[in-house]
């Protein structure tokens, strides 16, 4: 697993278009800013490389999308960090000129901190750091991005303090007629819809998407559905109108039903493992929309499919699929207990499972035989 995959999972967890940086986190003696075409990136999305984003909630909070070119870059801090040795770091500037505006205000161009750090495994050493920022690459004159803006006041403002612009994410090699733009503009018009059928063709569409963090979208609509102008501490309401399980429950089941079968790659992959079993383990998912017999045996089927195959991936090289099904399965059973656990699996899959786990038991990573042998005697004592 990479720094930067773990990074993010440590830290899971109308704004202003004068975007600026902060001018204390600078050098005042800033560069000339560089025109000078280094390179054209790659078209991002998928891979063990990068950094995927649905930008569901950034969206549904006034969040920006903007795609576009970069014109110049000011590099007005460079060199290793916490001295010789340190991975390099790098803060600057740059010039932002906006081809599409996929949503927020229109402009014709934006100038924009950011902060990089190389944070690959050779290059952090044993002293724990991690770039947590939308910069996984230097950006540089000549590409092509696409750009997520906070749109939430306090984000936002969070995001300036510490990478210098409110830029929440960045795909790389990502132009204004870009299919990935093309299928953000189609999540945007989903937020907006007013009529369940227009809804239910966008969601679909974007569910069948061959791009990861428009499946990412999906799953959150889905089963993460927000309203900003409630506190999340407090009843949650979905596009102006209260929080309605039964309409949640129908695009959980396009979501089953479209993406489920798309997701691919162990990145995506154990990122949905994670997200289904704390949805299980929410408030939502005991209202009586999801109970009900068409709803609860799609969700139970689909829960039970999902992590005995991820449960049977347990020596596959390079792959930490079968931990992380194991972290959801046990703090599934934290949040529900053991009996409730197991009624995920339906009788046949619940001999399944316990064969699952103690082939798990078996395996050759420790902590993954240590894991699973607790399993197995939380079960037993159900």
Known sequence: MSARTLCSLLLLAGVSLSFVLIASRHPEDANEPSTEVERIDRSVDSGQDVDRSGGYETLVTGGQLYAGTVLSVTVQKAGPRRGPGGPQEEWGSLQFRVDRTVAGPDVRELTLGYWWLEDSV???GTDWVCNDGPWRERPRAGQHLLLQLAGDKQVADGQIRRFGSPVCHVWRG???DHPLVHGFADAVKFLAAKDTKTQDQLFRRLCQSPFASLRLFAFEAAFEAIDPKEDR???????????????????ILLYLRFAFPRISEDEERWVFTLGFSQWFGSPHAQAPAYRVPEVAGALRAAFQDWYLTELGTVDRPGSDRCYWALRALDDLIGEWGS???????????????????RACARAQNETVQLMSQKLLEKLSRK
């Open 339 to 357: 009996t409730e656990t197991l009624a995920l699996f339906p009788k046949g899959g619940r001999a399944a499972l316990q064969e699952r786990l």
């Open 174 to 176: 990502v132009g204004g």
């Open 233 to 251: 501490a407090g009843s949650r309401t979905v596009y102006g109108g209260k929080y309605d399980p039964v309409r949640q429950a129908q695009l």
């Open 122 to 124: 050779d290059s952090v």
